[in-house]
């Protein structure tokens, strides 16, 4: 699968991006954004007005001592300025509300979508790179869609009027400034695309350090355990340094815009002034004309600076929109079929039919897998690991599509009922973190959010759990902490367990834990994995002696096939790989009898 994460080769066009932008979300805002246009042609009209006072001001009231205008002028700045003040502070509530409220619908729009991927693409892209998309780059988009609103209105604006003025004040003078500020512009343009460059490296690094942070991390007991702090802290390392010199590198890029614009500019007002100023001494235009045409010109200055430096704004907010965007391309591959059917769940027979499936395109996990699992029985998938068990029981419930085959449900192939249906009528207690940071009730409830109270209790109580929520601090409000941290291996399996119960599903899919309790733990997860396999069509991988004896049916499963099926008894007779792998792994001390040489203990996974 292509990652849509690192920076893919082909670049969008910023047009096709914008238009994109607009239409998807700026679009349902548009009453507001013309309101706050209004308003910022107003602020640049106010703006303009003011450089235009300065002729009277000079000619009127100082030249020629007009009582009058004494007066008039600054009664005149007075209203104008706060006309500007009431006029910006609207448009910039109003542009602000817009900008945040498209980046709050990216958002949610790309947690939608997220939620409907499918496991493969959870699979294939790492979590910090997935987390980087929803806070870096949501940013980075932030801050051009709300700088692009305002700068090419507000600033544009106010650079018309005051270029109209200019002008109008004397247009030959202004002809010569605008001979140079044009040239300002290009250097920046050629920054902007090297800031496009630098950001989006920026950005995949970032999301490998967010990787290895939240890696790291959560698994700081193996970082100890296997004294591996150095060469943790030399890979987040190379990654710090790589973020700062990227960082650093755009920073230097950003920082040259600043002085390249004020050094033009400078020459711009040089020349103005010696042209004018002789203008003015030759007695060709008044000092009232020269100012206010300078005063419109330095005026100019600042909102020119900002539609310089939203260049680079809107370079590393498209190229976030790109990244954004391609995550929100990706569409997933297991979906209904038109016209799916609801499964209707008879007994809840599984049938597994010449499988062929693989994760990659030359690496084949399952090659011709077939089994049954009678409706209400129990099969063992044993076997090496990474023979294709887990493989197996990804392929029901939908998880990935089987290669070549059928999977069958009932006599229905999974592939043509619906993903809800199918999924409702599966259970799953994997041996993954399954647990969130939530409630305990929460947590059971997880299996059918409409649930009762009561339904939550018995399904506790039959999962041997009741007890030890009691004795929590506040029982079923206890919050398990992140993973379930705050409890127990046995408790978080038996809080799986119960909902499981709760949902109620027909069909239950158990990886059992290979990681050792307690005696007293493991009596008690067993007496809670038979109550919920009562009734159940169940398929087990199996690392336990009881499992395997009690099931009904056993598949040894190795190298992506079936190499060997039938009961505990009957595949022990047959002497071949489960009888094998009983003495490896199976065969369970007798009580009071120290394990025998050639007997693994199930150690942690
Ligand atoms: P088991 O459950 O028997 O240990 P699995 O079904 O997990 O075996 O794995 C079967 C094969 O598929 C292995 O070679 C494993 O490396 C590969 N595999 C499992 N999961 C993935 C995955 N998400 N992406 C790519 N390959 C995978």
Partial sequence: MRSVLDEGSTHTGSLVLAR??????????????????????????????????????????????????????????????????????????LINKVGLKVIADIQAEMFAHLMRADLAFFHGHATGALISRFTNDVNLLRAAVSNALLGMVKDSFTIVFLVALMFYRDWLLASIAFVVFPLTILPVLRLGRRMRHVSSSTLTEIGHFATLLSQTFQGARHVKAYGMESYEERRAGGLIDAIFRLTYKSARVRSLARPMMEILTALAVSAVIFYGGRQVILGHTTPGTFFSFITALLLAYQPLKSLGSLNSYLEEGFAAAQRIFAMLDVEPEIRDKPGAKALRVTGGEVRVEDVVFSYAPDATALNGVSLLVPAGRTAALVGPSGGGKSTILNLIPRFYDVGGGRVLVDGMDVRDVTLSSLRAAIALVSQEISLFDDTVRANIAYGRWSCSEEEIVEAAKRAAAHDFIMALPQGYDTMVGEHGIKLSGGQRQRLAIARAMIKNAPILLLDEATSALDTESERQVQAALAELMKGRTTLVIAHRLSTVMTADVIYVVEAGRVTESGTHAELLARRGTYARLHALQFAEPEPGRPPERGQIQATGS
Wanted: glycine share 6%; net charge positive.
């Fill in 20 to 93: 994109r932008l607009f239409k998807g979300y700026v679009r349902p805002y548009m009453g507001r954004l013309a309101l706050s246009m209004v308003l910022m042609a107003v602020v640049a009209l106010a703006t303009a007005a003011n450089a235009w006072l300065m002729q009277p001001v000079l000619d009127d009231v100082f030249l020629n001592r007009n009582q009058t205008m004494l007066v008039l002028v600054p009664v005149a700045l007075l209203v104008i300025a706060a006309v500007k003040g009431f006029a910006d502070y609207g448009q910039a509530v």
